[in-house]
């Protein structure tokens, strides 16, 4: 058959996504804050856009309210490192939990070599290892690990082993945890070295982090679980240490400009019920400029006129632009306002009572609610957080996934609770004392539950009791 060249016709089906409706999805994810610098952008590249005068101050950063607000650790919801990206999900949130006190006080900004120097200061090293521990300091990215291999950066020195292994410790055991290693998987397990987890689980973790990411990534559990010869559920149990943990620890400290986490909504008891409150103080009204549509009508009158017909034609084309972002804000602030009134409903037990009643809730349950899609939901809650009697929570917070018929993190608090009533339980009689809940929780994960909240083994208690 001759081969040859021609044109050929096809009909088919596709579903596109308008520039207006792609602004619409891009808006959702965004933090009141970032809304807020996206709207002052909008406003002064286009003139049909104005906020009524005494709302204009609300674009203005207000030291006050940024000194009353959280410090926003940017390991938080960090996915600039690609690799890390692509290995798996991380759960920023669990992070946050595990040291919350400290990352909810203010900072003056401190690099982390600073914050690093401090430390120093006040450690008991020798006049030699102090000055290798400020080589250490000096050789660490703005993520906490090494620009130059340690190979390198002592090539010339003449200190002992002994000394620059001393100094290393040192400067390891320094907040934030995790820093003065190579990478970001080095990082992860010392991380989990520090947090007290054994020497033979530590092995298989370091498995799991150096070779095993990608299918972590991908839900292979029981893959990986039956190539190591382990139980999937320990697999799991391990996979979600690793997402507790934080992967670029340095990048808590820089000397970039600090951000604050400004909550979206409110939600405190009164009495016995709940009161939501949307937090709109933060977000000036838009309107179109009655000025700047007024001068329509000036050069429609002279159609005739070609530059009278291109400023017509931009008027027309501005107005047709601020139209379309004051709805988009509105949309968003509706969604929002509806995906919370929702929250409050299903997680009810929750704001009365405390983070023990915290329930399973999944995206889709929550979508279903309000109707809309599921990635809709996944959009909206990026970013967002919640002011509760009990602390401030990111939404992600509260579709944490069960172990059984409760969430994770109740089930740790349950543990919490059973260990005050009786200090002396082994895991297995707590993970014995859960099911007669009717919680599932394997003793190996009562364990790990148990290490997060920095809880000694029955052995351990039994010991320092005795």
């Known amino acids: 058959m001759d081969n040859y060249a021609g044109l050929q016709q096809t009909l088919k089906t596709e579903q596109t996504l308008s520039p207006q409706m792609l602004q619409s999805l891009a808006l959702l994810p965004m933090p009141i804050t970032e809304l807020k610098q996206f709207i002052q952008s909008e406003i002064e590249s286009n003139p049909a856009l104005e906020i009524p005068e005494h709302e204009f101050d609300n674009l203005i950063p207000d030291r006050s309210v940024s000194e009353r607000a959280e410090r926003l650790d940017e390991r938080m919801d960090d996915y600039d490192g690609a690799f890390y990206e692509n290995a798996f ?7 946050d939990r595990k040291q919350q006190m400290i990352e909810n006080s203010s900072s003056g900004g401190e690099s982390l070599s600073e914050h690093l120097m401090v430390q120093l200061g006040e450690s008991e090293l020798t006049d030699t290892q102090y000055e290798i521990g400020e080589l250490l300091i000096g050789n660490l990215d703005a993520n906490g690990f090494y620009i130059v291999p340690l190979s390198t950066l002592f090539e010339n020195k003449n200190y002992s ?5 001393t100094a290393l410790s040192v400067v390891r055991s320094f907040d934030p945890y995790g820093i003065c290693v190579p990478d970001f998987k080095e990082s992860l397990i010392l991380q989990a070295r520090i947090s007290g987890m054994n020497e033979s689980d530590l092995v298989i973790f370091s498995e799991l982090v150096n070779n095993r990411l990608e299918q972590l990534k991908n839900g292979k559990f029981n893959e990986v679980g039956l190539s190591l010869g382990i139980p999937t559920q320990d697999i799991e149990s391990f996979y979600s240490i690793i997402k507790t943990l934080t992967p670029f620890p340095g990048r808590s400290y820089d000397s970039h400009e600090e951000s604050y986490i400004v909550p979206e909504f409110s939600v405190h008891r009164h009495n016995d019920s709940l009161k939501l409150e949307m937090n709109r103080a933060n977000l000036p009204d838009l309107e179109i400029s009655p000025e700047f549509t007024g001068l329509l009508s000036r050069y429609e009158k002279d159609e005739k006129d070609e530059q009278s017909k291109e400023a017509g034609a931009y008027i027309k084309d501005s107005i047709r632009h601020a139209k379309t972002l004051i709805s988009q804000v ?12 929702s929250l409050v409903s299903e997680q009810s037990d929750f704001f009365l009572n405390g983070p023990r009643f915290l329930k399973t809730l999944t995206l889709k349950q929550l979508a279903d609610n309000i109707g809309v899609h599921e990635t809709t939901m996944s959009r909206l809650v990026q970013n967002k957080y919640v002011d509760t009697d009990w602390g401030l929570f990111p939404m992600k917070y509260f579709f944490s996934q069960g172990v059984t018929d409760v969430s994770r993190n109740a089930v740790k608090n349950m543990i919490a609770d059973i260990l005050k009533e009786n200090p002396g339980l082994s895991d297995q009689k707590i993970s ?18 148990r290490a997060e909240l920095n809880i000694d083994s029955s052995f351990e208690r039994g010991s320092r009791k005795a």
């Open 89 to 95: 999900s991380y759960d920023p949130e669990a992070s």
């Open 330 to 341: 509105r949309m968003r602030y509706e969604t929002l306002y509806k995906a919370a009134l």
């Open 432 to 449: 014995d004392l859960l099911a007669q809940e009717n919680v599932k929780c394997a003793r190996r994960t009562v364990a790990k539950y």
């Open 161 to 165: 082993q002994d000394d620059i292994e």
